[in-house]
């Protein structure tokens, strides 16, 4: 995939940080005897790559989406695991700050987070509310001077790392929908613990853990956008965030069987096929999003089929290297557990199904068909204009 206007060093920077970091460590990643995220971080820091959608005047790259979807896409061709845990890092933990946050907020959070001294996390998913984010039951109660959250976070990536987490919780009492309201946590503060990291069935070296709070008492300078606005600030972070999944699930570069075989000869023209399909997409969802047009329909699209085609690819790839490929730590049977978490998270494919043909739905004048339609400034030109207004929820 090809970066944006400018985008061309931070691309070459991204392809040396994959080899000379990421690739000698690849393999422990995947076993979970990597290194601590926090590390790779600073590593992405030292190198340029932390703070790529994060403007200038706080230190980042100021880099179109483009861009970024070209980086992660290389960073994954290295170590999937490593891919993630930055590409959550770099869009739904950084683009709410950037886009929704107060001048303060930016500047507390944004120049340690494009340094990789932060690393960040977006704390969604709950136990009993995964794909139908609307039913979360993490409570922000108002307390004198601001709020008091409780509840649990589950299946969180970077936990236990992160030193800022974007918190989406219910300021009302409704079981479901209601007023939603996001809120920055810093790590360290009291009642917050994380969990260990969980054993996964692939990407065994980006850390994906439970985030409790239990008390957790935040002044009301720590809330991300007006009252009630958190559901449509993590939604429209979710459109983000699938763009940089669908990257990453176009990393595979299909080259085939060591040996001749006319049926693996087809299987490799298909894959190939599909590979380049999945980054066109991609690519104009990144553009989309660059250009600030209404993302979600795109951004579902991208992450749905570049994320089959990963899986596609993957599963070829141990048919055409058996019976090798049946060990745990061959590259294939790593890559086949890795892309399967690309169809899982970021909203599974099943739910990117119903957004995708809500969105189709409502473009036609279909009645009761209200897809969640974000009205947002490009990222990287957000400087310090006033968050978009909250958007009805799908």
């Given at each position: 995939m090809a970066a944006?206007?400018?985008?061309e060093?931070?691309?070459a920077?991204?392809?040396?940080?994959?080899?000379e970091?990421l690739a000698?460590r690849a393999?422990a990643?995947?076993?979970?005897?990597?290194?601590?995220?926090?590390?790779l971080?600073?590593?992405?820091?030292?190198?340029?790559?932390?703070?790529?959608?994060?403007?200038?005047?706080?230190?980042?790259?100021g880099?179109d989406?483009?861009?970024l979807?070209a980086?992660?896409?290389?960073?994954a061709?290295a170590c999937?695991?490593?891919?993630?845990?930055?590409?959550?890092?770099l869009?739904?933990a950084?683009d709410?700050?950037?886009?929704w946050g107060t001048?303060?907020q930016?500047?507390?959070?944004?120049p340690?987070?494009a340094?990789?001294?932060?690393?960040?996390?977006?704390?969604?998913?709950?136990?009993g509310?995964?794909?139908?984010?609307?039913?979360?039951?993490?409570?922000a109660r108002?307390?004198?001077?601001g709020?008091?959250l409780d509840?649990?976070?589950l299946?969180?990536?970077n936990?236990?790392?992160?030193q800022?987490h974007?918190?989406?919780?219910?300021?009302?009492?409704a079981?479901r929908?209601?007023?939603?309201?996001?809120?920055?946590?810093?790590a360290?503060t009291?009642?917050?613990?994380?969990?260990?990291p969980?054993p996964k069935?692939?990407l065994?070296?980006?850390?994906?853990?439970?985030?409790t709070?239990e008390?957790?008492?935040?002044p009301a300078?720590a809330?991300?956008?007006?009252?009630?606005?958190?559901?449509?600030?993590?939604?429209?972070?979710?459109?983000?965030g699938?763009?940089g999944?669908?990257?990453q699930a176009g990393?595979?570069?299909?080259?085939g069987?060591?040996?001749?075989d006319?049926l693996a000869?087809?299987?490799?023209g298909?894959?190939a096929?599909?590979?380049?399909?999945a980054?066109?997409?991609?690519?104009v969802?990144?553009?989309t999003?660059?250009q600030?047009?209404p993302?979600?329909r795109?951004?579902s699209?991208?992450k749905?089929f570049?994320?089959?085609?990963a899986?596609a690819?993957a599963a070829?790839?141990?048919?055409?290297c058996?019976?090798?490929?049946?060990?745990?730590?061959?590259?294939?049977a790593i890559?086949f557990r890795?892309a399967?978490a690309t169809q899982i998270?970021?909203?599974?494919?099943?739910?990117?199904?119903?957004?995708?043909a809500?969105a189709?739905r409502?473009?036609?004048?279909a009645?009761?068909?209200a897809?969640?339609n974000p009205?947002?400034?490009?990222v990287g030109g957000?400087?310090d204009?006033?968050?978009?207004?909250?958007?009805?929820?799908?």
């Amino acid at each position: 995939m090809a970066a944006g206007p400018d985008g061309e060093a931070l691309v070459a920077a991204a392809e040396r940080f994959a080899a000379e970091v990421l690739a000698p460590r690849a393999a422990a990643r995947a076993a979970g005897a990597g290194e601590d995220p926090r590390e790779l971080a600073r590593a992405a820091g030292r190198a340029g790559l932390a703070g790529l959608g994060i403007p200038p005047a706080y230190g980042g790259a100021g880099a179109d989406r483009r861009t970024l979807a070209a980086v992660i896409e290389r960073l994954a061709r290295a170590c999937a695991s490593a891919a993630v845990l930055l590409d959550v890092h770099l869009s739904v933990a950084v683009d709410p700050i950037v886009v929704w946050g107060t001048p303060a907020q930016r500047q507390r959070c944004l120049p340690p987070m494009a340094a990789g001294e932060w690393l960040g996390a977006f704390a969604l998913t709950e136990p009993g509310s995964g794909s139908d984010a609307a039913a979360l039951r993490t409570r922000a109660r108002p307390v004198p001077g601001g709020y008091r959250l409780d509840g649990t976070k589950l299946f969180i990536t970077n936990a236990g790392a992160a030193q800022v987490h974007i918190v989406i919780a219910r300021t009302d009492d409704a079981p479901r929908g209601g007023a939603i309201t996001a809120f920055l946590v810093e790590a360290g503060t009291p009642g917050l613990r994380a969990g260990p990291p969980m054993p996964k069935l692939g990407l065994g070296g980006s850390w994906t853990a439970e985030l409790t709070l239990e008390g957790v008492e935040l002044p009301a300078s720590a809330r991300l956008g007006p009252e009630g606005a958190g559901f449509g600030i993590a939604m429209a972070a979710l459109d983000i965030g699938r763009i940089g999944i669908a990257a990453q699930a176009g990393a595979p570069d299909p080259r085939g069987p060591g040996a001749p075989d006319d049926l693996a000869t087809a299987d490799l023209g298909e894959m190939a096929t599909r590979v380049a399909a999945a980054r066109a997409l991609t690519a104009v969802a990144a553009a989309t999003a660059d250009q600030g047009q209404p993302l979600t329909r795109i951004a579902s699209m991208a992450k749905l089929f570049a994320t089959d085609t990963a899986m596609a690819v993957a599963a070829a790839a141990v048919d055409w290297c058996a019976p090798d490929s049946a060990r745990q730590d061959h590259p294939a049977a790593i890559r086949f557990r890795d892309a399967k978490a690309t169809q899982i998270y970021e909203g599974t494919n099943q739910v990117q199904r119903l957004v995708i043909a809500r969105a189709l739905r409502a473009a036609a004048g279909a009645p009761g068909a209200a897809p969640y339609n974000p009205s947002r400034p490009a990222v990287g030109g957000a400087g310090d204009r006033e968050p978009p207004a909250a958007a009805e929820g799908a």
